[in-house]
């Protein structure tokens, strides 16, 4: 099992662009199928993006297509959430997420393990 650190967050403004970024641990990285969940005040988590072991595959919630996008880069253990054109509805503890299993078995039925998220706040 990977360990997942995750930065970038903070407040921005509606509108505004921001990229998180999650630092694993372990040799195993490239194995997983990498993603990021988010868990609004009062809400329970939810799905956001998921990228698949080689990057060739990603998938979205509808409410983030078009304006999200994921990526990862193998050689640094890194996964990356660009953010654009954020509005209040996202603000959110973000978290980074894995699993063993595809990115589209993660998209429908969820991520194995993630880490302790950090915190976007969409505000004016």
């Known amino acids: 099992q990977v360990q997942l650190v995750e930065s970038g967050g903070g407040l921005v403004q509606p509108g505004d662009s921001l990229r998180l970024s999650c630092a694993a641990s372990?040799?195993?990285?490239?194995?997983?199928?990498m993603g990021w969940l988010r868990q609004a005040p009062g809400k329970e988590r939810e799905f956001v993006a998921a990228?698949?072991?080689?990057?060739?595959?990603?998938y979205y919630a509808d409410s983030v297509v078009g304006r999200f996008a994921i990526s990862r880069d193998n050689a640094k253990n890194t996964v990356y959430l660009q953010m654009n054109n954020l509005n209040p509805e996202d603000t959110a503890v973000y978290h980074c997420?894995?699993?063993?299993?595809?990115?589209?078995?993660?998209?429908?039925?969820?991520?194995?393990?993630w880490g302790k998220g950090t915190l976007v706040t969409v505000s004016s």
């Open positions: 997420a894995a699993a063993s299993h595809d990115a589209a078995v993660a998209r429908d039925y969820g991520m194995d393990f």
């Open positions: 990228i698949s072991w080689g990057g060739d595959r990603t």
């Open positions: 372990g040799r195993t990285f490239s194995s997983y199928t």
